[in-house]
Antibody
Framework: EVQLVQSGGEVKKSGESLRISCKGSGYSFLNHWIGWVRQMPGKGLEWMGIIFPGDSDTRYSPSFQGQVTISADKSISTAYLQWTSLKASDTAIYYC????????????WGQGTMVTVSS | QSVLTQPPSASGTPGQRVTVSCSGGSTNIATNSVDWYQQLPGTAPKVLMYNNNQRPSGVPDRFSGSKSGTSASLAISGLQSEDEATYHCATWDDRLNGWVFGGGTKVTVL
């Protein structure tokens, strides 16, 4: 079964750093783009960026460029989303999803990671 | 403010047909295909439609998609209680060089 399993929810303070993960299984992790999508409380979906684990080619939404870092460790089939200094406005559910490169749809989604940042 | 515009809500009684619209522009819907995602309450989104009108395996044929010009639509025929969810449209934007989503439409089954 193809699946993406994300790390658990996090509660952090403003200014702290954080890295959340997304582990793929059941398919060739190297050969599929992985995207990250933010959903703020009660709001719609926002695309943050995508990474191709095979060569770490990474593209960012202009809205998130410089705010987060997307990376991947192909040896353990895991993608990451990282912040160096969280803000209260980063409070949201973050989803990883397979796809997004070459205009492909996001066909498999992780269960989401809730990040809560208190000021 | 989302790049793609969707009505915030839609509703219908069981068995009715409901449509959800998604309006964009010359740099997104006009030139690229549209995907639709269904998000049941408290769960992750799931792809419902891709390339404007293609259903992944397992998606009932009461769901259909279309695109014309700078707009796209998702139709649900024979509405069922399990269709109560939020539906999001998405496409690539050539000017922004990235994916853009609509704000989502919450469909309620009365």
């Amino acid at each position: 079964e193809v699946q993406l399993v994300q790390s658990g929810g996090e509660v952090k303070k403003s200014g702290e750093s954080l890295r959340i993960s997304c582990k793929g299984s059941g398919y060739s992790f190297l050969n599929h783009w992985i995207g990250w999508v933010r959903q703020m409380p009660g709001k719609g979906l926002e695309w943050m960026g995508i990474i191709f684990p095979g060569d770490s080619d990474t593209r960012y939404s202009p809205s998130f460029q410089g705010q987060v870092t997307i990376s991947a460790d192909k040896s353990i089939s895991t993608a990451y989303l990282q912040w160096t200094s969280l803000k209260a406005s980063d409070t949201a559910i973050y989803y990883c999803a397979r796809g997004g490169g070459n205009l492909d749809p996001f066909d498999v989604w992780g269960q989401g990671t809730m990040v809560t940042v208190s000021s | 403010q989302s790049v793609l515009t969707q009505p915030p809500s839609a509703s219908g009684t069981p068995g009715q047909r409901v449509t959800v619209s998604c309006s964009g522009g010359s740099t997104n819907i006009a030139t690229n295909s549209v995907d639709w995602y269904q998000q049941l309450p408290g769960t992750a989104p799931k792809v419902l439609m891709y390339n404007n009108n293609q259903r992944p395996s397992g998606v009932p044929d009461r769901f259909s998609g279309s695109k014309s010009g700078t707009s796209a639509s998702l139709a649900i025929s024979g509405l069922q209680s399990e269709d109560e969810a939020t539906y999001h449209c998405a496409t690539w934007d050539d000017r922004l060089n990235g994916w853009v989503f609509g704000g989502g439409t919450k469909v309620t089954v009365l």
